[in-house]
């Protein structure tokens, strides 16, 4: 089993941080993105999109997309439980994860790809579009800051996937100027305990 | 048990296909938009984001988002399985169906945003940008016709999560300026025989 792997991106590091919650190894493999290695014919054959993370097992299969992979881990090792422990949590998980990442990651994606230097030349880039991205990414961290008021998580007393999406979302606002507010203190206390865990950095 | 649906959106038409599909029937709740019915503070209290579908539990618990409503009845009555029978094939079916939302589903919402008559004035427009959306549609169009000429559905031989997904993704292209182009003959035959079950209209 390997895991290609993809050091500074938002999607790789939620793979890594969900691993080592579990305590599970996996080889990593680093591909080069300026190299072109996400490009080679071979690196295609796994994932014609050209995307990290890729998790290749022992028999050859694939499996893409950071969620697909870490609830594959999750099934083999159930515990500590990161997508919930009841149905009713493991809905609300879910229901978290997803509104962490598409109402936060992806806003906050467009945002950096439609107004940050490194893009120039390799996207097509609208500051109008990447501003209203910033304003919609703001405005769900408004929201999740009062959320948070009210518990210790994203989906409830336990730390789970929701959180992972969410802390590798902000971790990139706040490399791609757009930081959470410091009004937001809910936001920001929550930031500064899951950042704080040992496997943040994994 | 409630589900608030909107008819004519592809998210609750996921829903709805899915229960159609399991023959689980919920009692519908419609949402008029057009009279801001999803904006009223009994809505937003059920969901903040003032989105559809939301499910709601006969406790008053809600649950949102239409992959954690689908799977929370997956889980009730895995019979027949959609989101996969064994632990490879469950991991496919969810990279499948991240694949058709994040690379299909999302470019065709971008292009009905940014060029749609409809959104003129209520959400920010950039011409440009709804092109780049549709041509990243069409590429991903393009790839999936090529994966579809070796199976039967998205993820495998029977019908899953994925091309409930992908199914209602292809109908807001068609219906948005943003068909399958008509080359596309492994799309196109799988296009005809996903919207000819039973299940496509509910």
């Known amino acids: ?29 680093e591909i080069d993105l300026a190299k072109g290695e996400n490009r080679t014919p071979e690196f295609l054959a796994k994932n014609p999109l050209g995307l990290l993370p890729v998790l290749e097992l022992d028999d050859g299969s694939v499996i893409t997309e950071s969620v697909a992979i870490c609830r594959y881990f999750e099934e083999q090792q159930p ?16 229901m978290w994860n997803r509104r962490a990442e598409l109402e936060v990651m992806l806003p906050l994606i467009d945002h950096f790809v439609h107004t940050h230097a490194f893009w120039q030349g390799r996207r ?5 579009v990447g ?14 800051d009062a959320e948070l ?13 929701a959180d992972i999406t969410l802390q590798c ?15 937001l203190t ?11 865990r040992p496997t943040a950095r994994a």
Chains 1, 2 share one sequence.
Request: glycine fraction near 4%; charged fraction near 25%; proline fraction near 7%.
């Open 131 to 144: 501003e209203l991205a910033r304003d919609t990414a703001l405005k769900r961290m408004a929201w999740l």
């Open 1 to 29: 089993m390997k895991l290609y792997n993809l050091k500074a991106a938002p999607n790789p590091r939620r793979v890594r941080i969900f691993l080592a919650e579990k305590v599970i190894a996996v080889p990593l493999v």
């Open 186 to 196: 809910h936001l920001s206390r929550w930031f500064a305990a899951v950042t704080a």
């Open 124 to 128: 097509l880039q609208s500051a109008e």
């Open 79 to 94: 515990t500590p439980p990161l997508f919930g422990a009841t149905l009713l949590e493991r809905a609300r998980i879910e």
């Open 149 to 161: 008021a009210a518990r210790e998580f994203l989906a409830g007393e336990r730390y789970s996937m």
């Open 169 to 183: 979302a902000l971790l990139l606002g706040k490399n791609t100027g757009a930081p959470i507010p410091e009004t």
